[in-house]
């Protein structure tokens, strides 16, 4: 007779509250497979840690878990978190997966389980993964509304326009957090800090909200699912495009700051060199604004100003005898303007094929892209049925959000490498086209796939929707294997001594990293005692990134939609603990 979910949940759950509740290890350990994950979001620490085994599981629980004191542990019953079967598709198993709540000394806390039989041993279920992570603080919980004050919202007599005038002119001149950074994660933190109560002021240094998008190429759409990019709190319309065009996203954040009663200041930039004084664990800020200064003494910074930070630039020799134009891809935008042209992109990722794709659409005189060594490609039909399966249109963004934070990224590295052979084969047809127009393909260093190349390289890859098409027909013509030498006067010279006529140089060469973008700004004595930024350590958790940065008072918040709608709230709630002399 085959269980049911609900019966299996059940049974695991029960021994494993029973074990939690009275700290026992073995027990515990045992409630996991051989190589099952935890993950613990600041519920046993005041940081994010993963950890795979059961001897680091206890190893780790060992001196953390009495302090937590954990109790009332309880199955979800509500829609989408209940128990039920998913299919994993990278091992194509059915596992069975439920979410929980329970109580601790810091606040209500809430988890996530992925339960699988165990093959190898005795049958049994065991977990997969557990996640667990703090909801709130005790008495500081997240607001459900945009009023802080729910019972003075629309009371007869009350001027809530001057109250609300009153509380930005507060946040402004005593911000307890300040931002650098007004696009998506920024503006995500922001809305997250307004529900939990932490004066937060954003600073952005373009006229507009949205500008850093209205700035980029035309043609340019996001490569995930619409639902996949939603913002916080705030989900897009049921007739919104599934691949949100530059300008709909720069207007969408535009109006998010309006309706989510954001405190943005935009033509504001941070004076070089803020001072961070350690006894009264406050920054000494000056903000220029339209050319005036204003002083603000934040208890945080946090930097939201692009996990890749300014465009790199490589200096190319002979630049002064080229009779034609050299720029980075930042400065491309409207491929009519290179209309007879000949055009040689340097680079192969999303933004070079991006370009050469929109010039071989409009009918330049001819366009070469240059790839130095293999690309990871995968078609972006593909990559939006993963996305989907991660960010269904029929869950609720939170439940989703938090359903994939429950699978730590270590463990996806792991089933990803081994869905390798898998995925070669979905994209043998696009690979074919690709190594047709002398395109060189790869998996990732480590078979892992595209997405993890974007949690550490953030390059190296693209996401094809045509582009193997034209590649293949010889529309965008390929150079493999070379690297410019120097220009001369009508064309490029590589690095092999082969030589190709040109009009037009446009370096699709990557960007600088957040973090050293950014060191002229903070300078070399705050910069350098913060730890390496991005990317995933050890354990599968990205570095420096809503943790502490090494550096007190100092934040980095970087990644995509998901990652900042979701670990906003991570962030917050070390702030608020440091706010409310929880932590020091």
């Known amino acids: 007779m085959t269980l049911s979910p609900q019966?299996?949940?059940?049974?695991?759950?029960?021994?494993?509250?029973?074990?939690?509740?009275?700290?026992?290890?073995?027990?515990?350990?045992?409630?996991?497979?051989?190589?099952?994950?935890?993950?613990?979001?600041?519920?046993?620490?005041?940081?994010?840690?993963?950890?795979?085994?059961?001897?680091?599981?206890?190893?780790?629980?060992?001196?953390?878990?009495?302090?937590?004191q954990a109790t009332d542990f309880k199955v979800e019953e509500s829609s989408h978190l209940a128990p039920h079967t998913?299919?994993?598709?990278?091992?194509?198993?059915?596992?069975?997966?439920?979410?929980?709540?329970?109580?601790?000394?810091?606040?209500?806390?809430?988890?996530?389980?992925?339960?699988?039989?165990?093959?190898?041993?005795?049958?049994?279920?065991?977990?997969l993964t557990v996640m667990m992570m703090l909801s709130d603080l005790w008495g500081h919980e997240e607001s459900p509304t945009l009023h802080l004050r729910e019972d003075v919202a629309g009371v007869a007599g009350r001027n809530m326009q001057r109250e609300f005038a009153d509380w930005v002119k507060e946040v402004e001149t005593k911000?307890?957090?300040?931002?650098?950074?007004?696009?998506?994660?920024?503006?995500?933190?922001?809305?997250?800090?307004?529900?939990?109560?932490?004066?937060?002021?954003?600073?952005?240094?373009?006229?507009?909200?949205?500008?850093?998008?209205?700035?980029?190429?035309?043609?340019?759409?996001?490569?995930?699912?619409?639902?996949?990019?939603?913002l916080l709190?705030?989900?897009?319309?049921?007739?919104?495009?599934?691949?949100?065009?530059?300008?709909?996203?720069?207007?969408?954040?535009?109006?998010?700051?309006?309706?989510?009663?954001?405190?943005v200041w935009t033509s504001a930039e941070l004076e070089p060199r803020p001072k961070y004084d350690s006894e009264k664990r406050e920054w000494d800020v000056t903000i220029i604004r339209d050319g005036k200064e204003y002083k603000v003494r934040p208890a945080?910074?946090?930097?939201?100003?692009?996990?890749?930070?300014?465009?790199?630039?490589?200096?190319?020799?002979?630049?002064?005898?080229?009779?034609?134009?050299?720029?980075?891809?930042?400065?491309?935008?409207?491929?009519?303007?290179?209309?007879?042209?000949?055009?040689?992109?340097?680079?192969?990722?999303?933004?070079?094929?991006?370009?050469?794709?929109?010039?071989?659409?409009t009918g330049v005189g001819s366009v070469t892209m240059v790839q130095r060594s293999s690309t990871c490609v995968m078609s972006r039909d593909f990559m939006t049925d993963v996305m989907k399966h991660v960010f269904p249109e029929d869950v609720p963004l939170p439940i989703a959000d938090f359903r994939?934070?429950?699978?730590?990224?270590?463990?996806?590295?792991?089933?990803?490498?081994?869905?390798?052979?898998?995925?070669?084969?979905?994209?043998?047809?696009?690979?074919?086209k690709l190594r047709k127009g002398g395109i060189h393909v790869n998996m990732g260093p480590d078979g892992s796939g595209l997405f993890f190349l974007t949690l550490g390289r953030l390059g190296g890859l693209w996401q094809d929707k045509g582009g193997a098409d034209l590649i293949a027909a010889g529309k965008i013509k390929v150079k493999h294997g070379v690297e410019i030498d120097h220009l001369t006067k009508a064309g490029v010279v590589f690095t092999d001594g082969s030589e190709l006529p040109a009009d037009v140089v446009i370096l699709a060469t990557g960007y600088l990293q957040m973090k050293e973008t950014n060191r002229a700004l903070l300078g070399d004595d705050i910069v350098d005692r913060t730890g390496e930024l991005y990317g995933l350590d050890e354990e599968g958790e990205l570095k420096a990134s809503y943790r502490q940065s090494g550096h007190p008072g100092l934040w980095y918040a970087t990644g995509d939609f998901y990652q900042s709608r979701f670990m906003s709230k991570i962030l917050g709630l070390q702030l608020q603990a440091r706010q409310l002399g929880i932590v020091d």
Not at 242 to 261: F, G, H, M, N, S
Not at 407 to 416: A, E, F, I, S
């Open 233 to 263: 709190y705030q989900p897009f319309p049921d007739n919104w495009p599934q691949y949100t065009p530059r300008d709909k996203i720069a207007d969408w954040l535009e109006q998010y700051v309006a309706v989510q009663d954001l405190v």
């Open 300 to 361: 945080h910074i946090i930097m939201a100003t692009g996990t890749l930070g300014a465009p790199y630039i490589p200096d190319v020799a002979g630049k002064d005898v080229f009779d034609g134009r050299v720029l980075h891809a930042t400065l491309y935008n409207d491929p009519e303007e290179f209309t007879g042209k000949r055009v040689v992109v340097i680079g192969a990722g999303n933004t070079a094929i991006d370009i050469c794709q929109d010039l071989a659409l």
């Open 86 to 127: 998913s299919f994993i598709p990278q091992i194509q198993t059915t596992d069975i997966e439920f979410g929980y709540t329970f109580k601790c000394s810091r606040g209500p806390g809430r988890g996530f389980v992925r339960l699988l039989a165990d093959r190898d041993g005795d049958g049994e279920y065991r977990a």
């Open 175 to 230: 911000p307890y957090v300040l931002i650098v950074g007004a696009a998506q994660t920024g503006l995500h933190v922001a809305a997250r800090f307004k529900q939990m109560g932490l004066p937060t002021l954003v600073i952005e240094r373009t006229p507009r909200i949205g500008d850093v998008w209205r700035k980029r190429y035309l043609s340019l759409a996001l490569h995930t699912p619409r639902k996949h990019h939603s």
């Open 404 to 432: 994939n934070a429950g699978m730590p990224y270590g463990l996806l590295r792991k089933l990803n490498i081994k869905a390798e052979g898998y995925m070669w084969e979905t994209q043998k047809g696009l690979h074919e």
């Open 7 to 68: 019966a299996i949940a059940s049974s695991w759950f029960n021994a494993f509250s029973a074990a939690f509740t009275v700290g026992d290890l073995d027990a515990l350990a045992g409630l996991f497979l051989p190589d099952g994950w935890f993950r613990d979001l600041l519920v046993l620490t005041w940081d994010s840690r993963s950890l795979e085994g059961r001897e680091k599981i206890k190893a780790f629980l060992s001196p953390t878990i009495s302090g937590a």
